[in-house]
């Protein structure tokens, strides 16, 4: 599926690049089966009553599959100084390699010293251009109110 007509592909990444955004490594598990996780920039949320969150994965990614049939997610929003951990979920191979974290309520990974963290389980997913917009329910999160974020700004990771 192409944009709107008359709006370049790379017009609209240019201009989007211009809206700051958070970065969070989106991660889940399966009962014995290694852990998975994607980096993502499109993590908002949705609903307070009842709680709901979104992310948007790519109909390309190799690890949005496994983290369907999880069922459940964990948002773990990127502190500033992280931006190695972001760049190491972003890229193929073992993205949990020296990656301290530990199992949040529902077995996905809950990375270390992260700003926030976010367990879900996954309520709906809708089809949305080339990717998939995924809706959670929230059960648990928690955050580190002092940290700083990790902000995403004309391509590049900015401090707040």
Request: net charge negative; charged share 20%.
């Amino acid at each position: 599926m192409s944009t709107l007509p008359g709006i370049a592909r790379d017009d609209l990444r240019g201009v989007m690049a211009c809206f700051a955004t958070g970065v969070a490594v989106i991660t889940a598990a399966q009962p014995g089966r290694p852990p998975v996780g994607m980096a993502v920039n499109s993590f908002v949320s949705v609903s307070l009553d009842p709680p709901l969150v979104l992310f948007c994965a790519a109909h390309t990614s190799s690890t949005w599959p496994a983290i369907r049939a999880a069922g459940h997610f964990c948002a773990n929003v990127l502190a500033a100084g992280q931006e190695e951990l972001a760049r190491a979920f972003a890229r193929k191979g073992d993205r949990f390699a020296g990656v301290t974290h530990t199992p949040g309520i529902t077995g996905a990974p809950v990375l270390r010293d992260v700003h926030a963290h976010i367990e879900c389980k996954i309520v709906e997913t809708y089809e949305a251009g080339d990717h998939t917009v995924v809706l959670g329910r929230v059960l648990d999160l928690d955050a580190d109110t002092e940290a700083a974020p990790l902000l995403f700004y004309r391509s590049a990771y900015r401090l707040f």
